[in-house]
């Protein structure tokens, strides 16, 4: 038992503590303005429910999450498939597509701004003139799709994992009954994959919730705070001293990716029953 | 064993929580005179620290060259991450302090940094007498005690022109007034230049816009009745302001693409003349230096102030602009970092402006032969200012993100006002100003 103690002493000092001043804080008025931190009851709560920033900031954080996560999945799905026989170009394709999961967000960000920026590269392929990262309606679908080109080669190697320990014998005798190779795969393989779809929606969904890097190196939260996701706002508060209602902010953020994780594992996990 | 873990596990947590506990509560309550040494007196051993911004940590160089030399100290500046205020402000709520500071020396910036508890009154500095009178008083102050030293000439908000273009267009004086500078703007565009250029996507400038308009206000003491509640964003003053830039841009006097325009392609559309003016600040001349050398801004670029009654500039020191002494403690080094206030303002005085080529702000100093004309304007100018909502107002809201919004039409005016005044009475109030 001993052994476990300087284990337990971290998760308590580096996560449990915090967390607890994360709900503790959120009741105070603490701010960069004054020293002494009173508590104010559910002020921060009120003050922040009778204002619309809140509620936009949030719809735009789940929206931009269930973006994030078809797009990845999508990807990753997609390059699964085209890549998993192990030939030696298919090898190179994935190191090739696993890259960007290892760069750093901030880089890949930058470089998508330089990118879309009106005249950029882009546009100059297309021949067209569009600022991509200004468009009040479509620049978070373009941030998304930057997230998702980000993070596709972990979701397209959590689904190769998945294609490669299907039995082979399964497909065989699906073979030998007559399916097409169509049919065996929409009918047998992508069952199967279930559990990685699990694994792949809830880390993208609930990871993209939290995200911050990507939409703050490309538009900031700009054009007019359409990509102004949660974390966006919490930084912007925090930023003005106002200590106290960025921990609320924190805290809502918390308990929305907690209440959404329950259900979501829930219902993946249920369609894992079947195996 | 279970009991010896929860006893383990409660002390852990006390520990914890009393090393999460505020660490600026402990208020220093400070009766003594501040004391102010000889600035060339020895301080052997003695180690200080000075926080910058990625665009003010090279401004110190020459000072603490001459400070080290003079006095065996040793000087070393920290580049803090761009945004600045957001880092400091971070670092210092969490205990973690430096012995100087670059910070903006407006009362809401010192506000925002609890400057009461956090920093030390430079009161009686050597400097003040030397420095242009009617500069002295300008800044750093917060209520009736000084808690930064200026150390070059604050920004003032008006308008950049190129001289070429004005002139190619048969304009021979700079306009006397804002409704003036509308005019000429409406000539200009009838002969196919764009009058002014707006960043709508970096947004920051385009506050000064509003600004600018609200010089004649503030002189009247607008900020003082928006400081107390007798006075909203949302009354006519403001709102007004707001409401005629929008109608200016959509007049069409500004570039076609205001939405997307970054600050860097401002800088260029002046110097190129593909726009006759900019309205913004110091830190754009900044920009233009990087593009030209002095012999060319002279040539291309003027600088005149604008309100809407005459030439009335709107004065908003930066960061780059000021330094700010902390309280740490440590009586020594606090008395160290005051020392070396006195040396730059006092016997570093000239290398300093002479390295970086800028305004003298003491009577005694002659400025540095090669400082651009456009710079000597707005430093002219600054005599005769009035403070921006940054100098005057308790808490700095975000209008520039919200007028942003107004450009990219998402936003108008009403809202633009409403958003801006519920953030303000959400600052001021966490700042315990009466009346919100």
């Known amino acids: 038992m001993w052994f476990l103690l300087p284990a337990y002493a971290v998760l308590l000092l580096f996560f449990f503590v915090p967390t607890a001043f994360n709900f503790i804080y959120a009741f105070t008025d603490w701010s960069s303005f004054k020293a002494a931190i009173n508590p104010v009851g559910l002020d921060n709560f009120t003050q922040l429910a009778s204002d619309g920033t809140l509620f936009r900031a949030l719809r735009i954080t ?3 999450a269930v973006l994030v996560a078809i797009f990845q999945n999508l990807f990753g799905f997609g390059l699964a498939v085209l890549l998993e026989r192990d030939t030696v170009v298919n090898r190179i394709a994935r190191t090739f597509f696993l890259i960007p999961v290892l760069m750093s967000a901030l880089a890949v960000g930058y470089i998508f701004q330089a990118l879309l920026k009106p005249s950029g590269a882009v546009d100059q392929l297309f021949g067209i003139h569009y600022a991509w990262l200004a468009d009040t309606h479509w620049t978070i679908v373009v941030v998304a799709l930057i997230h998702a080109w980000k993070w596709m080669g972990l979701s397209m190697l959590i689904y190769l994992a998945g294609l490669k320990t299907i039995p ?18 929409w009918r047998i393989r992508v069952p199967m994959l279930a559990p990685a779809v699990t694994f792949n929606v809830a880390t993208a969904l609930l990871g993209s919730m939290n995200g911050f890097d990507i939409v703050q190196a ?3 939260g700009g054009p007019a705070r359409t990509t102004e996701i949660l974390n966006i706002f919490i930084y912007r508060t925090f930023g003005q001293g106002l200590f106290a209602q960025a921990t609320t902010m924190s805290l809502v953020l918390f308990l929305l990716v907690a209440l959404m994780a329950f259900p979501v594992i829930y219902v993946l996990r249920k369609r894992e029953a079947i195996l | 064993m279970k009991r010896v873990i929860s006893v383990a596990v409660a002390a ?35 180690k200080l620290t000075i926080w910058a911004a990625q665009n003010s940590n090279t401004v110190p160089q020459k000072v603490i060259d001459g400070f080290q030399k003079a006095t ?12 600045y205020e957001q880092g400091v402000q971070t670092k210092v709520a969490t205990g973690d302090k430096p012995d100087l500071a670059f910070w903006q020396p407006t009362a809401s910036m010192l506000t925002a940094i609890n400057a009461k508890t956090n920093l030390q009154p430079l009161t009686g500095a050597p400097w003040l007498d030397k420095m242009d009178p009617k500069l002295k008083d300008l800044t750093g102050l917060l209520g009736d005690t000084r808690y930064a030293a200026l150390i070059t000439s604050p920004a003032v908000e008006g308008v950049y022109y190129n001289k070429q273009v004005f002139a190619a267009n048969g304009i021979t004086s700079t306009p006397k007034n804002f409704d003036d500078m509308v005019t000429l703007a409406r000539q200009l565009k009838a002969k196919g230049v764009t009058p002014f250029y707006e960043m709508g996507a970096d947004r920051w400038a385009t506050q000064w816009w509003v600004q600018v308009q609200l010089a004649d206000a503030a002189k009247a003491g607008l900020w003082d009745r928006i400081n107390t509640g007798k006075e909203k964003f949302t009354d006519p003053t403001v709102l007004g302001a707001i409401t005629r830039y929008q109608s200016l841009i959509k007049e069409g006097l500004f570039n076609s693409d205001i939405k997307t325009a970054k600050f860097e392609d401002q800088g260029a559309a002046l110097l190129n003349g593909k726009t006759a003016m900019v309205v913004q600040v110091n830190s754009f001349f900044g920009q233009l230096q990087a593009k030209a050398d002095t012999a060319t801004l002279n040539q291309k670029i003027g600088f005149f102030p604008i309100s809407p009654t005459g030439n009335i500039g709107t004065s908003i020191p930066d960061q780059s602009n000021a330094l700010v002494a902390f309280k740490t403690g440590d009586a020594k080094r606090e008395a160290a970092a005051r020392q070396l206030l006195a040396y ?31 710079l000597l304007d707005v430093h002219a100018a600054v005599g005769s ?12 809201p975000d209008l520039y993100i919200n007028l942003a919004d107004m450009i990219a039409g998402t936003m108008d005016p009403q809202q633009v006002a409403k958003a801006t005044q519920d953030q303000f009475a959400q600052l001021a109030k966490a700042a315990g100003a009466a009346g919100f």
């Open chain 2, 72 to 83: 065996g100290a040793t000087v070393q500046v920290v580049t803090i991450p761009d945004p």
């Open chain 2, 344 to 374: 730059w303002m006092g016997p570093g005085y000239q290398d300093f402006i002479t390295d970086r080529n800028t305004v003298s702000l003491e009577t005694a100093v002659p400025n540095p032969s090669g400082v651009p004309q456009a």
């Open chain 1, 218 to 220: 490309t538009t900031g």
């Open chain 1, 62 to 64: 789940v929206l931009y």
């Open chain 1, 168 to 185: 082979e014998d399964i497909t065989e005798a699906a073979r030998i009954d007559g399916a097409s190779r169509w049919r065996s795969f």
């Open chain 2, 12 to 46: 852990l947590l006390l520990t914890a929580s009393a090393a999460c506990s505020d660490p600026g509560s402990t208020t220093t309550t400070d009766n003594s005179a501040t004391t102010w040494a000889d600035p060339t007196a020895k301080l052997d051993g003695v």
């Open chain 2, 385 to 396: 200012s009035v403070g921006s909502m940054q100098s005057l107002a308790v808490a700095n």
